[in-house]
């Protein structure tokens, strides 16, 4: 065999072993318990540009902020959403006034490929509550660029409100 197959053919190998550890990762998170709480406070990372050459020229991205009521039963209230940018400045609050969500409700918020304020380290602050324990929703945040572009990154827990 020569050097250049035997190297296609451990790339190979190498390609299915990353496969194969990403499904069993993916399988892994799929099987976490639920959390209840009755409100969280979550950050989510945007990243308003990236950068995909040496030369540090950006690429505006859209991002779209979405937040989803996973409880079947119960509603909850977003309190607050803040844009804030890489220097952690607030840009921008989304909400003047909490906003409930029915159960299974989905809501969101876009942010333009024109909007330069955030830069690459921009985040959001989404705060919600709710009268009692319900499953906690799913917070993230999709960027999406040229040339077909996409990720998502998810939000964290950074502060749990006390039963």
């Not at 496969?19 to 990372?45: H, N």
């Not at 308003?48 to 509603?75: C, E, F, G, M, Q």
Request: aromatic fraction near 10%; hydrophobic fraction near 35%; charge should be positive.
């Amino acid at each position: 065999m020569t050097g250049t197959k035997q190297y296609e053919i451990r790339f190979l190998v190498c390609c299915i072993y990353i496969a194969l550890a990403t499904l069993f990762t993916c399988d892994s998170l799929a099987a976490e318990e639920y959390i209840l709480s009755k409100g969280q406070t979550v950050y989510v990372p945007v990243y308003s540009n990236i950068y995909s050459s040496a030369k540090k020229v950006p690429i505006d991205l859209a991002n779209i902020l979405s937040i989803r009521n996973t409880d079947t039963a119960h509603t909850i209230r977003v309190t607050a959403v803040d844009y804030y940018n890489s220097k952690g400045t607030l840009v921008k609050s989304h909400y003047t006034k909490s906003t409930t969500m029915a159960p299974l409700e989905s809501t969101h918020i876009f942010l333009s490929n024109r909007e330069k304020e955030g830069g690459f380290g921009a985040n959001f602050i989404v705060k919600w509550e709710s009268d009692k324990e319900v499953n906690a929703p799913i917070v993230e945040c999709v960027m999406a660029g040229s040339e077909g572009r996409v990720f998502v990154t998810s939000g964290r827990v950074i502060k749990t409100t006390e039963k």
